[in-house]
């Protein structure tokens, strides 16, 4: 099946900084979602991006579907972004998502 | 409009005991999807449902059952409980397979097994 691979797998910033969250598939995709689960366990939808770009206030997402890549950037971090960062994908004629191991970022202020 | 909504969202168990999740949506979604969640892991699917009345096993099915007599419920059942199973359980729902139909989660359910 395919495999959905996270990196890097933690990271801590400061304030201020920005970064890039990266996701690598193994086979073509037609549905690729990134979530952030907030402290307190919640998944929260950020982007629904099987393929270009798309940005939302201080995050943006760019998947490029023919390399089997998507990246998160976040750019100015605040501390409420602290959390785990999944990207989920779907293979063409399935229904299941499968997820990544995730990032987990902690933002000190 | 709740959006997806889990009951319960705590419950300890003992070993071998039985117990059923519920999860709502009012969204009118076609497709429900339960999942658990490990420490340290990302979600893994256990079954899923593309309409009232189906259901399908996804990638860890086993010592779960699930029923989806109304469109907007999707019931999870452990018929007999053990330790393996501690986990977070979460349900999702989309409107369909479609272009711009995203999974939308609910709060999940903490459930432990003793």
């Known amino acids: 099946g395919i495999q959905v691979e996270q990196s890097p797998p933690d990271l801590i910033l400061q304030e201020g900084a920005n970064s890039t969250l990266r996701c690598n598939f193994s086979?073509?995709?037609?549905?690729l979602q990134w979530f952030h689960q907030n402290p307190w366990g919640q998944l929260i939808n950020l982007f629904y991006i099987p393929s270009g770009t798309k940005q939302n206030g201080r995050l943006s997402a760019t998947t490029v579907a023919t390399e089997r890549y998507s990246l998160l950037y976040i750019s100015s971090s605040q501390t409420t972004d602290s959390g785990v960062y999944f990207c989920?994908?779907?293979?063409?004629?399935?229904?299941?998502?499968?997820f990544g191991t995730g990032t987990r970022l902690k933002v000190l202020a | 409009n709740a959006g997806v909504t889990q009951t319960p969202k705590f419950r300890v168990l003992k070993t071998g005991q039985s117990m059923t999740l519920l999860c709502a949506q009012d969204?009118?979604?076609?497709?429900m999807y339960w999942y658990r969640q490990d420490p340290g892991m990302g979600l893994r699917l256990i079954h899923y449902?593309?309409?009232?009345?189906?259901?399908a096993k996804g990638e860890v099915p086993d010592g779960y059952n699930v029923s989806r007599l109304k469109k907007q419920n999707f019931l999870l059942g452990l018929e007999s409980a053990a330790p393996s199973q501690t986990s977070v359980y979460f349900c999702a729902s989309s409107l369909g397979q479609g272009e711009g139909q995203p999974q939308h989660f609910g709060d999940g359910t903490r459930l432990s097994i003793l």
């Open positions: 449902s593309v309409g009232e009345g189906t259901t």
């Open positions: 969204m009118n979604h076609e497709y």
């Open positions: 086979d073509s995709v037609n549905n």
């Open positions: 989920a994908v779907r293979t063409s004629g399935t229904y299941k998502y499968i």
